[in-house]
């Protein structure tokens, strides 16, 4: 004799009066149906938290790269980057961008507070808001989310 919950349940059904057993029927239909809506959330919430832990683990190598590609970044200005020195400079610059890395930081643009991080301020007749007059450091964003912000001279109008 087996007690597997089949066999239980069609015991309980055999012993209840016909209406009972459409009742009780009901009744442990609805907890399925709850428990299996409550596994599928639960999945659903597991792999949402396993992506966001990816995005976060690799948001964070990308922010420690990033003063060696602020280095890159330099030489290239000053024109230091030659031969393989500047191919794995390349490599390196394609990799993060493919990735997802994103270089902003624009001299001209609004100041915006969320995005900018203001080192200098001046004052100038020439603008009409707070404008980042000059980049000192570009900013970086992985998955629309800042790195580190762009560190910007600003200039306010008179």
């Known amino acids: 004799m087996s007690d597997s919950p089949e066999s239980v349940v069609e015991e ?8 009972a ?9 609805a907890d399925l149906q709850r428990l299996q809506a409550e596994y599928a959330n639960y999945r659903k919430r597991i792999e949402r938290d396993r992506a966001l832990a990816h ?6 190598v990308l922010t420690e790269l990033l003063p060696i590609l602020d280095d890159l970044d330099r030489a290239r200005e000053h024109g230091e980057l030659e031969g393989g020195f500047k191919a794995v400079a390349d490599q390196l610059t394609n990799v993060t961008s493919r990735i997802g890395l994103e270089k902003f930081g624009e001299e001209g643009t609004a100041f915006n507070p969320q995005i900018h991080e203001a080192l200098l301020h ?7 808001e707070p404008t980042a007059s000059a980049i000192l ?3 970086y964003t992985y998955k629309e989310r800042v790195l580190r912000p762009a560190r910007v001279a600003v200039t306010d109008p008179e």
Request: aromatic letters at 0%.
């Open 55 to 60: 995005d976060l683990a690799i948001g964070a």
């Open 122 to 128: 001046s004052t100038s007749p020439d603008v009409t």
């Open 12 to 19: 309980v059904v055999e012993d209840l009066p016909s209406e």
């Open 21 to 29: 057993a459409g009742n009780e029927l009901a009744v442990l239909t």
């Open 137 to 139: 450091q570009p900013g």
